[in-house]
């Protein structure tokens, strides 16, 4: 696929040619892809029809991950959709980069936000008096810049609306989030070579962190909810799977500190300690989901046994689920198949530490929709989510298994292509 | 020193003795300092004294980096903090682990947030009018939810307040950062035994990030401003040091894509090219800044000579450095040397990527104050900033020097102490 990119034609289909006789330049990585024009317009006219359908005349999106999505550049800027019409992206800094990144064609350097609705109303005619916002996101403070700057305007929230249309991933996106999944199952078949009893938590994920830098882990896991924090995923050993944490998450482990209170830790690997390889990773800003076990020795039958009923619940879920069928109905088949097995106390946490949700979107960000969760959202074709039956035993550790999954239109397809079976180490 | 620690006696002089006999407590890590009662009575009344004096009846703080602050818990939890009386923590999730973490007696678990009107009138008595929030980094949908909660409550904004305590630190606090600063130093001594030609800056930077994990970095670096993200700083090798971004910061690096557009690039390391080692240290939460120049090969004589002028800069705003100085006076000398030495269009960054500060004050985030640029803001005792002085040449690479710097009485005292030459390696 050949489409023209600003002034330059580029072709997408496959990583630029590296010409190491050549400096590389200095603002893009040679080997980055670039956003396509197509996937913007699309995304631009895809937010532009729910503005027109709310009766909303712009919408000014400022939040890194949105900014990437409808503009195919993260710069500190604010990028101007009209209900119809060009959007035109409005750059504080930097616009040199913005206009080698970008496909979209208006790009305008802005010396100060106070400058905006001077320029919006140059390029776009009067001034919009119902703006959508990322209020899902946005400061307080921020917002109220934008009421001094707009002083006629009414503002509405236009965060629900894109996470709902950034669910559904295009063809291109789906590539991106192969490229991720690439790199944890790339790391997860080194682990072998990498675990050994005596390494502490922290040693072993550290070299594990190294082979996902080495292979393009872009390391910033973006989420979208407020205080959430995510650091590579969870490499937790034994019963460092059993400490949860603040986080919406089903293990969380110690952390180093009760200031971070989650990942991983000093604890020394020992000889009947298992390793839940749970991998966060990120490829030109896509993310895929990833869990895997690996035992020193050998694994207590509880555990076994909790493992064996969470590949039991991902097949029932994964035979349910097609587009058309909502979140909850597999939310409930899964914990009802986990009562089944008699593990209803342990299943997706324990006690308070207990999640309610089974799996999540990810693409951009890591808590993206579909929820898996008492939600009456449908599944929809082009939809790509995490599927994570897992059990915490208090005492002995967390296990479960972890992928990430395609909406097609007759089912689910697998994007982490790897074994599933638990692995013996050493 | 030993404080009662809610009901147990804890030495919080040293970290707690590993009993390798004994399988480590589930919830934290064994090694994990808490913070001591003393800090989190004192920052509480620091911060209840800013609200009698604004009129304010209480504050609610819930983002993560002040919950640490004023209840060493990060839990998803209410921290109120009433004008007059004991502060409550309200939490969703983990009672339990925070009632392991923080030294507050108040802990109260909640269900849902809509109790949470109820349960602190039932504490307090009558219900707050006048409330602080976070304004500067709370979600508006988030503060919707406190108007529905609190419906005859006017908020205020305390974020602010919030940042100016914070940047004033406890011998306590300065210990946790010299700690920070100790992986930074650590692993600086350890490059020459890593760096090769050859090595992509991903494959370096995985290296170094692994020894950082092996010491205890926490991984997730904080920050407050809104869209600012950084991971364990720029380890950036000859031109990609030139690559400027959003980010408010001198250097940034292209990244693998433009989805992140900041950081390691693909970019094989070869002989003449001189790394830029700017590692964001995080230990127990807080965060010591560092770089330190290293070159394989021959360094050009207009980046030896850049450097050197970095280094001149440094020493004159050190002596010119300690309380009751202002941030401007110091960005001014700054500025006004790097103009002497022919090198203003390059100080700070290049062109449009040039950033209009010469410093920030680091704690529990990278972007506290002060931050030395043209703020009337002056520095007091306690205050810790890293100060960066560094040149962008284009075409050539980015050099400099960066320390954190600890205000005393006197002047500024190093924290991150390590040899400022520039070392030579293979």
Redesign the interface.
């Known amino acids: 696929m050949s489409v023209t990119f600003g002034d330059r034609a580029t072709d997408l289909s496959r990583p630029m040619p590296r010409t190491?006789a050549v400096?590389?330049p200095?603002?893009?990585?040679?080997?980055?892809?670039?956003?396509p024009a197509t996937e913007v317009a699309g995304r631009v006219a895809g937010l532009q029809a729910g503005l027109s359908a709310r009766g909303l005349e712009a919408a000014v999106i400022?939040?890194?991950a949105d900014l990437?999505y409808f503009s195919?550049?993260?710069?500190?800027?604010f990028l101007y959709v009209p209900a119809v019409g060009e959007a035109t992206l409005f750059v504080r800094?930097?616009?040199?980069?913005a206009r080698l990144?970008t496909p979209l064609a208006g790009i305008v350097e802005l010396g100060s936000p106070r400058d905006l609705p001077g320029l919006v109303a140059e390029r776009c005619g009067a001034l919009p008096r119902r703006v959508g916002?990322e209020?899902?996101?946005?400061?307080?403070?921020?917002?109220r810049r934008f009421e001094k700057l707009f002083p006629e305007a009414v503002f509405e929230?236009v965060?629900d609306d894109i996470v709902r249309q950034r669910a559904v991933k295009s063809a291109w996106e789906v590539e991106r989030i192969r490229a991720a999944a690439a790199i944890a199952v790339e790391v997860c078949e080194l682990v072998p070579g990498i675990l050994r009893e005596g390494l502490?938590e922290?040693?072993f994920?550290?070299?594990v962190?190294?082979?996902?830098?080495?292979?393009?882990h872009?390391?910033?896991i973006?989420m979208r909810a407020?205080?959430q924090?995510?650091?590579?995923g969870q490499l937790l050993t034994g019963?460092?799977g059993?400490?949860?944490?603040?986080l919406?998450t089903p293990l969380a482990g110690?952390?180093?500190?009760?200031?971070?209170?989650q990942?991983?830790?000093?604890?020394?690997i020992r000889r009947g300690d298992h390793v839940v390889f749970d991998l966060v990773a990120?490829?030109?800003?896509?993310i895929a989901d990833f869990t895997r076990i690996f035992a020193l020795g050998e694994l207590p039958g509880e555990l076994r046994r909790a493992y064996e009923a969470a590949l039991r619940i991902e097949a029932a879920v994964v035979a349910a689920a097609r587009p058309g069928v909502t979140c909850r109905a597999l939310y409930e088949l899964a914990v009802a198949a986990a009562a089944d097995e008699g593990l209803a106390a342990s299943f997706m946490g324990h006690?308070?530490?207990q999640v309610r949700f089974i799996g999540h979107g990810v693409g951009?960000e890591l808590d993206e929709l579909p929820v898996l969760t008492t939600s009456d959202l449908e599944l929809a074709e082009g939809m790509v989510f995490a599927l994570e039956p897992k059990f915490v035993l208090?005492?002995l550790g967390a296990i479960g298994v972890e992928n990430t999954w395609l909406v097609s239109a007759t089912g689910l397809s697998l994007v982490t292509e790897a074994p599933e079976h638990i692995r013996q180490v050493g």
Chains 1, 2 share one sequence.
């Open positions: 190491d400096q590389p200095p603002l893009v990585e040679p080997r980055a892809t670039l956003v400022v939040q890194n990437y195919g550049t993260v710069q500190r800027s800094k930097l616009a040199e980069r990144e916002l209020l899902d996101v946005l400061p307080v403070v921020e917002y929230d965060g502490t922290a040693e994920a550290g070299l962190e190294a082979e996902a830098r080495r292979l393009g872009e390391g910033i973006r407020f205080n924090e995510m650091f590579y019963v460092s059993t400490a949860a944490s603040y919406d110690t952390g180093f500190s009760p200031a971070v209170a990942g991983v830790s000093f604890k020394p990120v490829r030109e800003g896509y006690g308070a530490g951009l208090p005492g």
